[in-house]
């Protein structure tokens, strides 16, 4: 069975639905996934990032829709019938088995014999650099170790698609970048479809040739991680790509893309993000803005006042937080370490600020 | 000033016994020890000087010789095992697979207060139950005469079938949910997990379940054995106490209260520890053959 799915060209998902009750977790997802291809499914819990994972793993049976490879419809497939790679979120190593009988399971599942699966769980674990660990059980392992155990178990199989559920989150931040690049090496090995689940935009962006961000069970955009960062389409996009400040203006005027807001008296100018049209002048806007690109200035037109809360070096810059003389919490960027209390002015080039209208929440 | 600073530097002897786990919190157990001296300990070190010393004072051991050269008493310990040894296993067996689907339900507390009935109404109300609904004159013997299933009524009660079913009814909700708990603590991840790599239901019970579930199993299979096999009120209600139900313990209480010999009763007792002892010790060696450790999947 699944030696007929090992060569495919793309993975399509056709209004792939999941309801638990009346909650609809995931909601008509659509997606094509061409071989080859690193996909990121990013949004904050409870977006139905695992569910769609679930779903293609076969794990989480599919309320509506339907999923196919090539022309092979697979999700009325048990997930043993799919042949897929997963890797969980704790692994879910077999803790009797010793990481030789763990890697080696699929295998023997598939009644592989022995002369021909001892090389190739060797290699599974020369890929993942675990060759002198093969002989220990999973809890004598650090949880580095133990998530590399569980790729190569997931990998050992050269599955056409892998699976990975969020498989960095319970790694420290020097372990989690270690393995960062390992994960994105390991599929350009393979030349499979990952699909590859988290909550973290970094990850996403670092690791995926495609993101699709998902929100209340949907999909919200999905791009290139550079067409993401740049111009995010929703709000909601952009607050997961760093864009941390909201700030609430009526729109005083329109240029093409250029976008002039007033925010309590004070006026900032933006491009308009998103794709739905609108913002004709009076209606409400709100303009989104990374830390980074909110400057403490001396004196600007593009600008609003604020009063300093709190401040804190961060190595190059410092970064504080404000409070709008309108009430809005500001994070901005400073290139010096301004007193608590103090007035303040924040802008930003009006090419890092975009304005998001009424019809584009 | 060095003496000074010496004799500060020392740890105080509280510290120090507190560091070895030994604090005012330790008393706590002190009740616990002494009711479990005062009702198990010592009652139990006092049956066995009392079974080296015999009614006629002849020879020390001479309780435990005639035990094992009378019939009566020592065919005792094989008819107790005959009853208790296929009611665990039973138990034991059908627990497993109910077990397994209860995992998946939503509602398992009240199938579990079901459960749990059974054991608080107690062995001698389930005994009494049994002998209406499986005597001569029961309700099943009578359906199965209306249909014409059977022409003359099966005998099920005063039998060792009667104490069998009794046994089975009565131990089954405490096998099953100690089971219960035993499947319920394996990481449900590592069955999806099995799943993705290709195992089938079969192969992920006998691959993944079992060997997690081994040691459980085994403990529960104990302590499910020591209770069907101080079976008591049910061998004289439901069984023929005089014959293939003459269990262990209705031995002890005849040399006790029929006799009147309570050194005879004490190594009656003494007998029936050591035959559990042996029992639960050859399962729980048998436990070290397989995996010991946390059921569940990793996270360093």
């Known amino acids: ?361 | 000033m060095t003496a000074a600073s010496t004799r500060d530097d020392r740890i105080p002897l509280r510290m120090r016994l507190s560091a070895r786990g030994l604090d005012a919190v330790t008393l706590l157990v002190l009740p616990a020890v002494g009711l479990m001296v005062g009702l198990f300990v010592y009652p139990f070190l006092y049956g066995f000087w009392l079974s080296f010393h015999p009614k006629d004072g002849l020879s020390v051991v001479g309780n435990y010789l005639r035990f094992f050269s009378e019939p009566r008493l020592y065919e005792t310990i094989a008819k107790t095992l005959w009853i208790a040894l296929p009611v665990t296993a039973i138990n034991l067996l059908a627990a497993i697979p109910v077990a397994f689907r209860v995992r998946l339900m939503r509602r398992q507390r009240l199938l579990t207060t079901l459960l749990v009935l059974p054991i608080t109404l107690g062995t001698v109300l389930v005994a009494e139950g049994l002998l209406n609904y499986l005597g001569p004159q029961g309700w099943l013997n009578r359906t199965l005469l209306l249909f014409g299933l059977i022409s003359s009524p099966v005998k099920l009660v005063h039998n060792y079938w009667g104490v069998f079913l009794s046994l089975v009814i009565t131990g089954f909700p405490f096998t099953f949910l100690l089971t219960l708990s035993y499947v319920t603590g394996i990481d449900p991840t590592l069955e999806r997990a099995a799943a993705t790599l290709g195992a089938r239901a079969a192969s992920r019970f006998r691959h993944i379940f079992l060997p997690l579930l081994i040691p459980g199993l085994a403990i529960t299979f104990c302590l499910s054995f020591v209770q069907a096999f101080s079976v008591f009120p049910s061998a004289i209600l439901l069984g023929a106490p005089a014959g293939p139900t003459r269990v262990i313990s209705i031995a002890a209480y005849e040399a006790a209260f029929e006799e009147y010999d309570y050194s005879l009763a004490s190594a009656i007792a003494m007998i029936m520890a050591a035959v559990q002892l042996a029992i639960v010790g050859l399962i729980l060696a048998s436990r070290g053959l397989f995996y010991r450790g946390p059921a569940s999947g990793g996270k360093g």
């Not at chain 1, 209004?15 to 909650?23: L, P, T, Y």
């Not at chain 1, 339907?66 to 419809?73: N, P």
């Not at chain 1, 048990?78 to 080696?104: K, S």
């Open chain 1, 1 to 361: 069975m699944s030696q007929s799915l090992a060569s495919f060209q793309s993975l399509r998902l056709q209004g792939v639905s999941r309801d638990f009750g009346s909650h609809n977790a995931l909601k008509n997802l659509t997606l094509d996934i061409k071989r080859g291809e690193f996909v990121a499914l990013l949004g904050p819990s409870g977006c139905g990032k695992s569910t769609a994972l679930n779903c293609i793993a076969g794990l989480l049976p599919t309320t509506r829709g339907s999923i196919w490879l090539d022309q092979r419809r697979i999700d009325t497939l048990g997930p043993e019938d799919r042949g897929f790679g997963m890797v969980f979120q704790n692994y879910a190593l077999f803790p009797h088995m010793t990481v030789r009988q763990n890697v080696g399971f699929g295998l023997k599942m598939r009644g592989i014999d022995k002369a021909e699966a001892e090389p190739r769980i060797d290699k599974a674990l020369a890929t993942v650099r675990l060759q002198s660990q093969a002989a220990k059980l999973p809890g004598q392992l650090s949880g580095g170790q133990q998530q590399r155990v569980a790729i190569a178990r997931a990998i050992v199989v050269e599955p056409p698609l892998v699976l990975m559920d969020e498989p960095l989150s319970n790694l420290d931040a020097k372990l989690r970048l270690e393995m960062r690049q390992e994960i994105r090496r390991i599929h350009a090995g393979l030349g499979s479809v990952t699909i590859y689940v988290t909550h973290d935009q970094d990850e996403a962006l670092s690791l995926a040739d495609r993101i699709v961000v998902l929100r209340d069970g949907e999909i919200r955009q999905v791009g290139t991680p550079e067409q993401l960062y740049a111009r995010p389409a929703h709000l909601d996009v952009a607050d997961f790509m760093g864009f941390r400040n909201r700030i609430s203006g009526v729109v005083t005027g329109r240029q093409s893309e250029l976008v002039t807001l007033d925010v309590d008296g004070a006026t900032l100018s933006g491009m308009a993000g998103g794709a739905a049209p609108g913002g004709d002048v009076g209606t409400n806007a709100v303009a989104a803005v990374r830390p980074d690109d909110l400057l403490a200035v001396s004196e600007t037109t593009n600008g609003l006042s604020a009063t300093v809360e709190a401040i804190e070096y961060r190595g190059r810059d410092y970064f504080g937080q404000a409070r709008s003389s309108g009430g809005a919490e500001l994070f901005f960027r400073s290139s010096s370490r301004l007193g608590v209390g103090s007035a303040v002015r924040l802008g930003a080039d009006p090419s890092k600020v975009l304005v998001f209208t009424g019809a584009n929440p």
